[in-house]
Nanobody, 123 residues
């Protein structure tokens, strides 16, 4: 059974940091691309970061503030968000795609999704 579970959402302070975790089971982690997508209230869902665990290739919407890494032994991907802004608020979902790219993956191309975790950036 495939499971994709997010951890680490919550309230962040402007200028602060949050670390989200995406723990997975049920598939061969390194054969997939792992992405974080965000949906803010009233806005369309957008990709925030992707990683190909097989070679560490990454794509980041904001290279100066966000980092994505994977722990392949634990089949887990992590999104580190620094210098948080209120516009970073939204529902963050971890999604998994059986693709060999980290770029421009349409939402319909993801095979598995987590339930999402809410991030609120506010003082």
């Amino acid at each position: 059974e495939v499971r994709v579970v997010e951890f680490g959402g919550g309230l962040g302070q402007p200028g602060g940091s949050l670390r989200l975790s995406c723990a997975t089971t049920g598939f061969t982690f390194v054969d997939y691309t792992i992405c974080w997508l965000r949906q803010a209230p009233g806005k369309e869902r957008e990709a925030v970061a992707c990683i190909a665990p097989v070679n560490g290739a990454t794509w980041l919407r904001d290279q100066g503030r966000f980092t994505i890494v994977s722990d392949n032994d634990r089949s887990t991907a992590f999104l580190q968000m620094n210098r948080l802004k209120p516009e970073d608020s939204g529902i963050y979902s971890c999604a998994v795609a059986a693709l060999d790219t980290v770029h421009h993956i349409p939402p319909d191309d993801f095979d598995y999704w987590g339930q999402g975790t809410v991030v609120t950036v506010s003082s």
